[in-house]
């Protein structure tokens, strides 16, 4: 058997397959509700407890605390067309956005749906 490092090309699009892009958008496809994070940041704490106050438990990772978190940073930002603005939302692996859209979305009732479509509350 033989262990490929994370940096080793894969089968899908050769060196690429280190392109923190691709990561995020793997990573953020992982479950439910992904929020990109940063430890020491109040409105990563304040949407993880709307999520949690919610009865949603979100899968979050902490940048800081990542040996790639300054690249996932980068590709973050790039994702949302510049500006780094933790937290960073999927739902379904679908890209919400940062706590704005995440409270935007609560407030005009598109949250709850997303969430329940994307398998994350039941009631
Ligand atoms: C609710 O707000 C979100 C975030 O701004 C937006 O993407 C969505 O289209 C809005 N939905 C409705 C039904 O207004």
Redesign the pocket.
């Known amino acids: 058997m033989q262990y490929q490092s994370e940096s080793s090309h894969s089968y899908f699009g050769g060196a690429s397959s280190a392109d923190p892009l691709e990561r995020v958008v793997r990573l953020a496809s992982g479950s439910a509700v992904v929020i990109f994070s940063v430890s020491t940041c109040c409105m990563c704490h304040a949407v993880k407890r709307l999520f949690c106050g919610m009865g949603v438990s979100p899968t979050v990772y902490e940048l800081d605390q990542d040996p790639i978190g300054n690249e996932i940073e980068r590709a973050l930002s790039r994702l949302l067309g510049g500006g780094s603005s933790v937290p960073v939302v999927f739902i379904g692996g679908k890209l919400i956005?940062a706590m704005d859209?995440v409270m935007?979305?609560h407030?005009?009732?598109?949250l709850v749906p997303l969430l329940k479509e994307a398998g994350a509350l039941w009631l």
């Not at 407030?107 to 598109?110: A, F, H, K, Q, R």
């Open positions: 956005g859209r935007a979305s407030i005009n009732g598109s």
